[in-house]
Each structure stands twice: as C-alpha cells, then as structure tokens.
C-alpha cells in the first residue's frame, strides 16, 4: 500500500459507510497496520492508501508489538466531546508538517468491528486526539483545515512544497487524473459500500 500525500483527492473524498465486513476487509486492514507502522504511523485511515471506506486503525503506542493496543474502527461515530485540549500534530499524509491543532480532551466514539459487533468506546488525552484525526480524513478533513490562522500561515509554503511535487508527479503519469482516481474509488465502494 502507498500513502497518499496532499493533495491527492482521495484525501478530500467523504468515506462511505460498510456494508460487507469479509476476509478481503480484514486482509486490508492487517496491511494498512503494516503500512502504518512502516512509516512509524499511530493512526491511519482508508482514503489515505485510497480506499473510500468508513474505516480507520489505530495503534496510539506505535508498537507493533503491541498487538493488544491495536484497534480498527469500522462506520464510526463520536456520540460525545468534552473539554479542550491543544497539542502537537502530524500526518502521514503531509509529511514534515507539524502544527499545534484545538481537539476535545475526551471523546465517546462508536465503531462496528472486524467480527461485525459494535463497540462503544471513551478516549481521552493522546489517544482521543488520534481518534479524531482520523475520523476527519473520513471526511475529506486534514488537519492542516483544523490550523489558527497563524498556523496555518506557518505551514503554507511546506502546503505549496507538496503542491508542486504532487504536480509534477502528475505531469509525468506517476499520478492517474482526477477522473481515473474516482473510478477506480467507485469501484471500492462498489465493493464493499
Ligand atoms: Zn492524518
């Protein structure tokens, strides 16, 4: 699995929810821990290696070792948000980025898992904070969208760094056109939505 780096438009896709959870999804999702912990990821989701599902997985303690620290969250929902809390965030997705971004401190969250059950779950602090990272790239969100304003104008050059290079990609074929990319999103969705 590659990773999509901004500003791929798998990024800014809106997740469809599952509807068939089979040995192809769970298959997906042990590569998608593999890729994470390859880039000494915490969280990653489907539309970053450009899948246009309602999934993410998490593993807050980067340690692949840490089977029991692994979890995958399948159509989730945050039911609940308290408090506030401002920290240090980045993104496989926006490599060498990193900005303070506004998050709550607690979170309860709903997920159907890889059995197909529905887990409910309370998070908070560190762990909260990936949660909701990846629930934004479910739809479309980066955390680059989540800056202050002096923030953001901190990282704008790195955002037009990554532009360029996504353009030239794309002008010698490394990276399909927009249409080719929809299709083949469609044909996941097609798959398992
Ligand atoms: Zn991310």
Redesign the pocket.
């Known amino acids: 699995m590659k990773i999509l780096r901004y500003p791929h438009p798998a990024l800014r896709y809106k997740c469809k929810p599952i509807q068939r959870i089979n040995q192809e999804l769970r298959d997906i999702t042990a590569e998608m821990f593999e890729t994470m912990y390859a880039s000494e990821g915490v969280?990653?989701?489907a539309n970053?290696v450009g899948l246009p599902l309602q999934m993410f997985v998490v593993n807050a303690t980067g340690d692949k070792e840490k089977k029991e620290e692994e979890y995958v969250f399948i159509n989730p929902v945050i039911l609940k948000k308290n408090g506030n809390a401002t920290d240090n965030e980045g993104?496989?997705?926006?490599p060498e980025i990193h900005a303070d971004v506004v998050r709550s401190e607690t979170i309860d969250v709903e997920a159907v898992s890889l059995t197909g059950e529905v887990h409910r779950f309370q998070w908070n602090g560190r762990p909260a904070r990936i949660v909701q990272?990846?629930f934004d790239?479910l739809l479309g969100i980066?955390?680059t969208d989540r800056l202050s304003a002096a923030a953001s104008a901190a990282v704008s050059e790195s955002l037009d760094v990554l532009q360029s290079v996504f353009d030239s990609e794309r002008r010698v074929g490394a990276v399909p056109d927009d249409e080719t990319i929809f299709r083949e999103l469609k044909v996941w969705e097609q798959k398992f939505c």
Do not use: R
């Open positions: 969280g990653l989701a970053q993104c496989l997705s926006f990272h990846e790239h980066g955390f």
